[in-house]
Nanobody, 124 residues
């Protein structure tokens, strides 16, 4: 069992930065891949970024590549999403999710545990 709690969201102007955190409970956190997903009002949930259990592999949606960076600290049971050069279209509720072994990191169906989300709002 893994419980996830996101934090770090807020209101920022376009071009600004935020760092989201995903804190996990459970001693097996280091066994899980972690993904970030987001959902804007009236839109479907979409993949943002993911990181393997070891941190050795990372994956990004094309829309955030070069602007967002995912990382993890298994000693702190935390995954981070550094978001730079934010755009109004990045506005969404951001979720982190955990998977013991996703076949596709970009697909939410492979993630067993989800957090409640943290809101990111980017003003123009």
């Amino acid at each position: 069992q893994v419980q996830l709690v996101e934090s770090g969201g807020g209101l920022v102007q376009a071009g600004g930065s935020l760092r989201l955190s995903c804190a996990a409970s459970g001693r097996t956190f280091s066994s899980y891949a972690i993904g970030w997903f987001r959902q804007a009002p009236d839109k479907e949930r979409e993949f943002v970024a993911a990181i393997s259990w070891s941190g050795g592999s990372t994956y990004y949606a094309d829309s955030v590549k070069g602007r967002f960076t995912i990382s993890r600290d298994n000693f702190k049971n935390t995954v981070y999403l550094q978001m730079n050069s934010l755009k109004p279209e990045d506005t969404a509720l951001y979720y982190c999710a955990a998977s013991i072994g996703p076949r596709e990191y970009e697909s939410g169906v492979w993630y067993e545990y989800w957090g409640q989300g943290t809101q990111v709002t980017v003003s123009s």
